[in-house]
């Protein structure tokens, strides 16, 4: 078939897409699969990927590179408990649609692209590192991720405990959609998260960013958020719903703050409606940090004591195959919101270090490229990791003058000690992922 030919029906396609899945939640393909090996592609354009059932123990189920106008639809993914199901590198207009993933390390990352569209999608149980893969787990995450066009919207998520062990769900990282087409995550369907102590629901603005915007999702017992807001310009948390019971790990339904340099303007958090408790039994709606101020739309937001679990229906996988037709669901109104509780005004303290007598005994290193060491306003030790997060990998803070160390594993593309250092102590800092290694003295 002549080039021309394809594109045009590829259009006609993906016009036939915006109609089939015009309303609802999550996969609507009831039809059979063929089992496939895992694809590689590099450098193929105008092709469609469908109907295929890959599994995999040690690679991405698909991977493209340098490729453009590619759809997956109408297909299955998993297990592949060690590599990401679906993994996008330097790619234009790929759309990931109507498609079931079920026990991945992760569904979706996109790295370094454009027009990239995951919508209505079914994912059970992000496993994350549970069985031996990067312990970065997510149902999708953009980094790099840029332009037009650009969606994670209409997607189901349900992690099982024991089953699974996500971080963020959904990470925009480094990303900036446009000011007419900012990056959409829009009316997805999230219930289960953790036991990662810094792992969520839908994370915006991580390592900065501009254009995006988190709207219209509802989310059961995420994590230790529900949405957050972590940096970047034009920045938007609207008519959310999270509800979370009392778990080990939770902190905060919602946040919005500036970890990262560079300021934060055009923050908007309005008309979400939150009943979270944190891991203490108290109730944590929000923290809304003041280096993102001044944010529109704050006095719009609301506790809810009568949001709870039944947000969201009991069966939120599989619907098209099983004949349910659910209307979105929507607590009912009250008159008046009850008083938000008062927030917790910083995040969870990490416990004290334990003493260690050993200070002296981080290695000399040469300093890898990819592990960059700092400290933020808040006075903690962060680090940035840009890459492959492998198991095991950790962070030491060494205080000679105070004889101890503490050490925590890396939880991502960026860890924090969350422990604000007194003024005056220089921290020795040593990461070590894989084999790459830095070490770093900060001075408070």
Known sequence: MKKRNVTALLSIVFFCISIQLAFGQGARYTGSYKKSAPIKHHGVSNIVIEGVEISSDNDYAIALYN??????????????????????????NITVVDNTFEDVQSALIASTSQGIKFDYNDVTNVVGGLRGGNGVGVLAQFIQVTGAGNSVSYNVNEN?????????????????????????VRGNWIRGGGPSVSGGGINLGDLNGAYQIAEDNILVDPGQYGVAISGGHDMTLRNNTVYSKREPYNNVGLIAVNWYEGQSYNITVAENKINYTNKDGAQNSWWIYQNVEPVAGKSTNAYRSDINESILPSQIIGRARSGIITPDPEPDPIPTPE???????????????TPDPDVDELPVVENHPSIRIYSDKFNRVCVLNIGRLYPGATVTASVKSLNYTYTQNLTGFHTAINYSVPSGLTVDVFVKNGDRMSRTQLTF
């Open 160 to 184: 099982f405990e024991g089953q699974s062990a996500p971080e963020d769900l959904i990470n925009i990282n480094q990303s900036s959609g446009t000011a007419q087409s900012p990056i959409v």
């Open 67 to 92: 490729s453009e106008n590619v759809i997956i639809r109408n297909s299955k993914f998993g297990p592949t408990p060690l590599k990401v199901a679906i993994y996008l590198y330097n790619c234009k």
């Open 339 to 353: 008083p938000e509780p008062t927030p917790e005004p910083e995040p969870d303290p990490t416990p004290d270090p």
